[in-house]
């Protein structure tokens, strides 16, 4: 079974903090998306990395590959960065194409 | 740009009572799907399609039926609503099926079975 495990499930920050979430997955993968769910409101893709790094703005995305690892980073956090953060590995082939974690609740305090 | 549309986005049901979510895409996506979302628990898939007049289901498709028509439009039915289909419902769309294209999600809808 695929499985993905994101760690923390709910982490809280001062403003101006580094934040790491950390993604593990199962299985291998074509490629995989970071998703942020604001309170209420709808899902925005952050990323989708297949390999390496890719940056935009204060977040950054790295994966790993050998070792099913992915990781968001967000620098010099602010309290608008407050939101739930999904890791979505994309296995591809016929039954759909994303798998989701459970989530990271980031709490952000001025 | 309206990128994916999903109505509505409130609704409360009886139990029994049937309606259909709506979402509509304007990018030429080939690749639409509809997830359920409940607390605790990732997203997960109900029904897919990879383009017009093909659909499959997903990993929870009970009680729910899905129809392509058109590239655009991808409706989801709830036939006789149950309390256990309370969540908060989301369409999603991308380019291929093969996931190395980004996924584009609607607002989501907060469906409530009374």
């Known amino acids: 079974k695929n499985e993905v495990e994101q760690s923390p499930q709910n982490l809280t920050a001062q403003e101006g903090e580094f934040i790491t979430i950390n993604c593990s997955y199962s299985v291998g993968i074509s490629a995989l998306h970071w998703l942020q769910q604001h309170p209420g409101g709808g899902i925005v893709s952050l990323f989708m990395l297949s390999s390496g790094k890719k940056k935009h703005g204060r977040l950054i995305a790295t994966i790993n590959i050998q070792e099913k690892h992915s990781s968001l980073h967000i620098t010099a956090s602010h309290p608008r960065d407050s939101a739930v953060y999904i890791c979505a590995p994309s296995y591809g082939g016929s039954q759909g194409n994303l798998i989701f974690g459970k989530g990271t609740k980031l709490s952000v305090k001025p | 740009n309206a990128g994916v549309t999903q109505t509505p986005k409130f609704q409360v049901l009886k139990t029994g009572q049937s309606m259909t979510l709506q979402c509509a895409q304007d990018?030429?996506?080939?690749?639409m799907s509809w997830y359920r979302q409940d607390p605790g628990m990732g997203l997960r898939l109900i029904h897919y399609s990879v383009g017009a007049g093909i659909t499959d289901q997903g990993e929870v498709p009970n009680g729910y039926n899905v129809s392509r028509s058109t590239t655009e439009d991808f409706p989801l039915r709830l036939l006789s609503a149950a309390p256990s289909q309370t969540s908060v419902y989301f369409c999603?769309?991308?380019?291929?099926?093969?996931?190395?294209?980004?996924?584009?999600f609607g607002q989501g809808t907060r469906l409530t079975v009374v």
């Open positions: 990018m030429n996506h080939e690749y």
């Open positions: 999603a769309s991308s380019y291929s099926l093969t996931g190395g294209t980004e996924a584009f």
